[in-house]
């Protein structure tokens, strides 16, 4: 049984800094593309950003660029996601997700593999 746990989430200030983790039990991630989703109050699953076996990453989103990064922890089989500088409108739950494949789709109807989420504050 596949099981994505993330981790790293809570409040912080606007400008500030954190960095969530997704470790998995069942599946090894390094052989796939994982990527990160997020839900904000009211509004629909969007993706984030993904990163593939060879450790390329891929944004779905422009107004992270320069502001998140992802990278892999092969030995925790986790991959990470580093966010700095966060804005209130990052606000979301994080969710990381896999759709087995070996490159970023980014196409949401295809992920079968979903952890519950870690929930991102940003607010002064």
């Known amino acids: 049984q596949v099981q994505l746990v993330e981790s790293g989430g809570g409040l912080v200030q606007p400008g500030g800094s954190l960095r969530l983790s997704c470790e998995a039990s069942?599946?090894?991630?390094?052989?796939?593309?994982i990527d990160w989703f997020r839900q904000a109050p009211g509004k629909e699953r969007e993706g984030v950003l993904c990163?593939?076996?060879?450790?390329?990453?891929?944004f779905y989103l422009d107004s992270v660029k320069g502001r998140f990064t992802i990278s892999r922890d092969d030995g925790k089989n986790a991959v990470n996601l580093q966010m700095n500088n966060l804005k209130p409108e990052d606000t979301a739950v994080y969710h990381c997700a896999t759709d087995r494949r070996s490159y970023c789709s980014g196409d949401i109807t295809e992920y079968s593999d979903w952890g519950q989420g870690t929930t991102v504050t940003v607010s002064s």
């Open positions: 069942g599946l090894t991630l390094r052989y796939y593309a």
């Open positions: 990163i593939s076996p060879s450790g390329r990453s891929t």
